[in-house]
C-alpha cells in the first residue's frame, strides 16, 4: 500500500513539474539573401568549375549553415563552418568536375539547410560543356 502512495506522490510531482514546459525551442530563424544561380558560361570538357554562392544574413539572429549538398558526385560544396552574424557574409564554394559530362548545357544544383524560413534553399552552377 505504501509502494502505491509513494508512486502516485512521485507521479503526480512529476506532472505538476512538467507543466508550462511544453514549448521547445530548437533556435532562432533568420533570413539570408543569395544569388540563386552561378553562370559559368562555356567550359571546356574536363575542366572543373569554381562557383562561389556570397549568402548575405539579412536576419537578426546568426545564420548557420547546417549542410550543402551537391545534387550528384560530381558536385561537391564547401559551407561555412562558423555562423554569419546579421549583416555579414559568407560563402559556400561548389566544384563541379565536368570530365563525365556530355557537351551542352549542364545545371547542376546544390541544396543549402539553414536556420532560414524554409530551411532549404537550392542553388544552381549552370555552364555550357564544349568539346575540344
Same mark, same amino acid.
Given at each position: ?7 502516485? #506522490? ?20 533568420? +533570413?539570408? +539573401? ?9 567550359? #571546356? ?19 548557420? #549553415? ?6 550528384? +558526385? ?10 554569419? %552574424? ?13 570530365? +563525365?559530362?556530355?557537351?551542352? #548545357? ?8 539553414? %536556420? ?14 564544349? %568539346?575540344?
Amino acid at each position: 500500500m505504501k509502494k502505491k502512495l509513494f508512486l502516485y #506522490i512521485g507521479l503526480a510531482a512529476l506532472v505538476v513539474s512538467c507543466q508550462g514546459n511544453t514549448k521547445v525551442e530548437v533556435g532562432n530563424k533568420t +533570413s539570408m +539573401s543569395v544569388n540563386l544561380v552561378f553562370d559559368a558560361g562555356n567550359v #571546356i570538357k574536363g575542366e572543373t568549375i569554381e562557383a562561389k554562392f556570397i549568402l548575405k544574413n539579412t536576419g537578426e539572429f546568426p545564420l548557420v #549553415i547546417g549542410d550543402a549538398k551537391g545534387s550528384c +558526385s560530381c558536385t561537391v560544396a564547401e559551407k561555412p563552418e562558423a555562423p554569419i %552574424n546579421p549583416g555579414e557574409e559568407g560563402v559556400i564554394k561548389v566544384h563541379v568536375t565536368t570530365l +563525365s559530362a556530355n557537351a551542352g #548545357i549542364i545545371n547542376k544544383a546544390v541544396n543549402i539547410v539553414a %536556420n532560414t524560413e524554409p530551411s532549404l534553399t537550392t542553388v544552381a552552377v549552370k555552364a555550357n560543356i564544349i %568539346n575540344k
